[in-house]
């Protein structure tokens, strides 16, 4: 009997799965770069606020404390975001006319809130806490980057749970002394993080917390 | 399990068994038991669509769920601060208040937990004298009438929106009007009291208007407690029992750990003392009753009675303890009575003889005389003055109404919370007489029956948007705090009031206060702050009275109970009286013994079934009088023969889109005359109705799951649980796991569980356990990640019962975790088995593969996602699940979470003993459930699992369940027969045997 494929068919049928193959490991490198992309993560992303609030002023300039308006960082698993009488313990004396300040000192008089946009938002099935961070030794920086820098904040990291467990599985690299939490500066030499790591590691009992109910729940 | 079969029906009758189905092992019980999930294709073959558009929505479904997976970003999120911070406030940390709830006018502590000030979970306040720590599910369930969606949340006039202010100006007019009269014309119609502050309103209003009337409706009232004590004692008085003074009980039909006031208290006194093995200081616990309740679950022996027959029963103890009274009629179980008398006898001052509410006067008179006679009056039973005032007998109350209403004299009625027109008995035909009143308004917190005929409707606040007074069992007053502002524009009963005291300036606060700056002593303020952080007043407890018994009471013979079939209004256990008919939790929680969700039905036992030529779910036509009312049928075993038990509250026309027409109406055959009991028939119809019922999900056939045995015989055979135990080799594939911190376990206690379904409905508060609906009930598709067993051991007709709550075992060697294709079960470092929903694919195999049958899976989006309210009522602190993904207990990882990041932030390297409970721990009147380190020697469950009585659930399959049970001890009276424990052991040894041998999965 005759043949029913030419010869040449056999390298149609080999560029096909080749192909194919090709298609499909695109496809998935395609739907990874995207998923892990700024659209899904917001990485990077400067968001706009109801008061364009400079963190480089009121911190680099000013110097006041991160705690001064987050001061639920050591105590609770929320940072806290300062109510509006925080604000305008300042603002009722300096910039007291200021155009930009309207939506605080209306929020102050009407008792209508403030409604902020949400920078680092977690999935609704992550449970972070921010004072057990604190506790152990977890700069703000090191999580936040240098907002002292930003004068409208942005999402510095990818928040992707790959990124959380590297600190959770490797948290010498990445714990600093307590003293030092709110520096948004401290930037110790990779040598200095080496040796320093793994004693402050010992020094707070810091676990390797990687299991799933950590986080999840 | 095909393999099984020959030999299953080889095996002889289950020893313990849940329903009559598999106690004759009939095919349907086979298949559901075996059959966990009815598969897709089942259910779409019943359904209307074909195989074509079952392949077609499958091969849909597949993609839509790829795609969806791939393209979902989060939506924005807001962050909204306060304005000025509240001082006491941290967001992200719970913060409790201390309040009460209320039920026919007794007040039970609570502490609600609130975040930002929005109530998501109770506890009981264990400062409270009717709590003590534990909650049962109505008053657990209340959170959630705060965020109910269905709330009335407008004022209406003759079913337009209207406007407090115009109700306020209408009503003075009627004030205006009457005024020449003295408000007569005028009448108040409101549930039985404690309240010092609404009577203190009712007082004023009185002065005001002496003629105005106050009319008290409850239609389940403990009325006849009160005149038993009067007739008695001369004078109405409280009869409060000290159950932790008994040493022997005896529940003469009162279901006193259930429907009566004080049952948490009750629960707690005879069933914590269950948790040591001091047996001397064990409460025996006689039960004679016509159905079981939970107090016959934990009784030592129980007796089947007719209600009617309760008096006669009690002549007869009454005479064995030599008191003179007339030989009873009726015939009773002699040899009861006089095992009863002899061991009350014995317990002198420790004896209590617990009569029931719907008991008539004269049996509770003849209690008291008991109790005079053994020296026990005063000591273990005392009387206090009156908690509810003023004290009127609400049926007559009601009557009186009615006929004023019939005569015309009546001009304004103001009904506060009632709801008259669904539950006045039906001889009274109240919404007849109702409707010749010319100005009706309602206050409640739902546009019900009442509401839907009234001129103006209030919505009334919920418990935690309020501010109020109310009393326990015991006089102790507890201030009612809110929680947060009113959500809608609702208004207060008390407000409502206050139009007609005069006292219409400043709010319910300042008239709370009011009141009681009239009776605390001392420093106001600091007393006030004290109050309400307690949530108790201090020296508010009455003081005991104990007047002289009058001896005429041994004259006089309770009246016999009716010829026949003996039907009998109880309160449902869910929904009382109808009142919590609006909370889907309630309707949806498996009745104690029942285990009917979403329905109730007429109960008979299986004999009386059997003479009246009828079975489970046939609709019959129950007939009392004149009256009918169509209902279906249930065989329950443990009934008293020739009873026919029905639970009032169902059945509601209105009650909103989820309680509207569930069950059946039982008021519509109830009588002014006979509440109680009375006569009746049942005539069968052609017709069914599908009623769903848990009692057959989630089996784990007859293993040996139960275990039980006199204290006698625990002493003599310590080792009795593990007596017939399969030694199979504990081989195993997988390595050890090892724990060098926490390493938490369970342990419940079966001596102390009688099933009252406390931890069912703590749990579904705190891990946002959603509601699946009749329909998916009846499918095993219920969500409840803590079910309570109940088995019947011994005869048919006259079982033993023994609850038993199951919930993750959490199992060293978990089958779940070694089938997840995903990962998305696995073991943690504190041994608990976690379940990760962001993992989890829903393939079910974990489910298939778990010997308990403790998982759930979410067929449909059970949790309403998108119903804005239902949101406040929410643990932040717990996922709200989502469509597909599989969920079971956590052993409330998130209070291990808070409590370990708290100490870890401390700088503590192990958190405190005992210092963690479980919602369901927690809210167990009982304390049946530790939890804690079983690496911690001193915590409470490592020392119970050591005690011989600690055993595993299917222990031959070498999973090392973390969590196991205190086989069941009966503390025994020898005197009376009853299927010999011992012998019961033996037998589903042999059964637990038999299942290892063969249990081959």
Redesign the interface.
Known sequence: MAQIFPRSANAVFRATVMGVIGLVAATVALAYGIHGGGYFTRQDLIRHQPVPFSHRHHVESMGIDCRYCHWLAEESHFAGIPPTHTCMGCHSQIWAESPMLKPVRDSYESGEPLVWNRVHDLPDFVYFNHSIHVAKGMGCATCHGRVDEMALVWQENTLHMAWCLDCHRNPEKYVRPKDQIYNMAWNPTAREQAELGPKLVEAYDIQTQDHCYTCHR | MSENNADTGALEAPTHWTSLEELARTPEFEAFASAEFPTAWEEARHSEAGRRDFLKLMGASLGLAGLSN?CV??P??????????PEEL????PLEFASAVERGGYGTGVLVETHTYRPTHLRGNPEHPDSRGGLHPQAQAGVLDVWDPDRSRQIRRRGNVSTWDSFVREMNEVIANLSEQNGAGLRFLTGQTSSPTLLRTFEAIRQRMPEARWHIWEPVSRHHMYEGARRAFGRYLEVRYRLDRASVVFDLDADFMGAMPGAIRHQAEVLRTRNNQDFDRWCRLYVAEPTPTVGGSAADHRLRIRSGEAGALLAAVARALGLEVPRPKASVDGAFATAVARDLAAAGRGAVVVVGDAQPPEVHALAHAIHAHLGAAGHAVVTTEPVLAPVVDPMQSLRDLVSAMNAGEVETLIMLDRNPVYDAPADLEFGKALSKVPNRVHVGAHTDETADVSHWHIPSHSAFEMWGDVRSTDGTATIMQPTLRPLHDTHSPLAVLSIFSGENEGTDYDRVRKTWKERLKGDFEKTWRRALHDGTVPDTAFRVRQPKLDPKVLKGAPPPGPDGLEVRFVPDPNLWDGRFATNPWLLELPQPITKLSWDNAVLVSPSTAEKQGLEATDVVELRVEDRMVEAPIWVLPGMADDVATVHLGWGRRSAGPVGSGQGFDAYAVRSSQRPWNTAGKLKKTDRKKRLACTQDHFRMMDRGLIRAATTDHYASHPQFAHAREAHLPKLTLWKPWSYEGHKWGMTINLSACNGCNACVAACQSENNIPVVGKEQVAKGREMHWIRVDRYYSGPVEDPVLTHQPVTCMMCENAPCETVCPVNAT?H??EG?N?M????CVGTRYCSNNCPYKVRRFNFHLYADWYEESLKGQRNP????RGRGVMEKC?YC??RI?RAT?QA??E?K?RIETDSIQTACQEACPSRAISFGDLNDPDADVARKQKTPLSYALLGELNTRPRTTYLARLFHRNDELPVPTPARQTESHGDAAGKGGTHGSH
């Open positions: 791939a970003r989060q924005d999120e807001k962050i909204v601060p306060y304005v000025k911070m941290v967001p992200g940390k696995v943690g470092p608990l976690q990760v929903y962001n993992r602190d717990v996922t709200v956590t990882v998130q979470n990041i870890r932030v700088g390297k």
